[in-house]
């Protein structure tokens, strides 16, 4: 219970900076991005230095508002998107996207994250495991942190025929989840 409190509470303060600072994610998320890929394009977890999934919920509280369920700072506050109807009517759409978001994917020419496969005694590691390790090493690295350009560059080559699909945004988002599953 006290986790859970100190979470709501963490993702309320967030969420309320998020808001000041980014007013721009509304209409991000009216345009169709989920709240998955705005806090992945944003790196909010790693611009406020926590988990993924309390950045996003920072990044929900931003656009719905907040309660004050918890009586300590922040007290109340509402969101970007201040409309109920508007809320509940892009949640629906989100909802709807998600359920057909791989065959959206693959139709707007975009290309999934290839999985790990295993043919005999062969195994192609799958494309975000080789950029958690591409990210460790001293030549990926860049002042001491993964340098993504030079990762996303890498996967194009390995995994895509050298076609630039992979962008440092992508590879920033997909490589902040997987350290946290890891985690």
Same mark, same amino acid.
Request: with cysteine.
């Given at each position: 219970?006290?986790k859970?409190?100190?979470?709501?509470?963490?993702?309320?303060?967030?969420?309320?900076?998020?808001?000041? @600072?980014?007013? *721009? $994610?509304?209409? *991000?998320?009216r345009?169709?991005?989920?709240?998955? @890929? %705005?806090?992945? *394009?944003? /790196? +909010?977890?790693?611009?406020?230095?926590?988990?993924? $999934?309390?950045?996003r919920?920072?990044?929900?509280?931003?656009?719905? !508002?907040?309660? !004050? *369920?918890?009586?300590?700072?922040?007290?109340?506050?509402?969101?970007?998107?201040?409309?109920?109807? @508007?809320?509940?009517?892009?949640?629906?759409?989100?909802r709807?996207?998600?359920?057909?978001? +791989?065959?959206?994917?693959?139709?707007?020419?975009?290309?999934?994250w %290839?999985?790990?496969?295993?043919?005999?005694?062969? /195994? +192609?590691?799958?494309?975000?495991?080789?950029?958690?390790?591409?990210?460790?090493?001293?030549?990926?690295?860049?002042?001491?942190?993964?340098?993504?350009?030079?990762?996303?560059?890498?996967?194009?080559?390995?995994?895509?025929?050298?076609?630039?699909?992979?962008?440092?945004e992508? $590879? /920033?988002?997909?490589?902040?989840?997987?350290?946290? +599953?890891?985690?």
């Amino acid at each position: 219970m006290i986790k859970q409190r100190a979470a709501i509470h963490t993702a309320a303060v967030l969420g309320y900076r998020i808001k000041q @600072e980014f007013p *721009e $994610v509304a209409e *991000e998320y009216r345009r169709g991005s989920t709240l998955a @890929e %705005i806090t992945g *394009e944003l /790196c +909010l977890d790693i611009v406020y230095q926590v988990n993924f $999934v309390t950045a996003r919920e920072a990044l929900r509280k931003a656009l719905t !508002g907040y309660s !004050g *369920e918890i009586q300590k700072f922040p007290k109340k506050y509402s969101g970007l998107i201040e409309s109920k109807e @508007e809320q509940k009517k892009l949640a629906y759409e989100h909802r709807l996207f998600r359920k057909n978001s +791989l065959a959206g994917i693959i139709a707007r020419g975009n290309a999934p994250w %290839i999985k790990r496969r295993e043919i005999e005694d062969f /195994c +192609l590691v799958s494309e975000i495991e080789f950029a958690y390790m591409l990210s460790e090493l001293e030549e990926f690295q860049k002042h001491n942190k993964p340098d993504l350009k030079k990762i996303a560059e890498e996967l194009n080559k390995r995994y895509h025929d050298k076609r630039k699909i992979r962008t440092s945004e992508a $590879v /920033c988002s997909r490589l902040a989840r997987f350290k946290n +599953l890891k985690n």
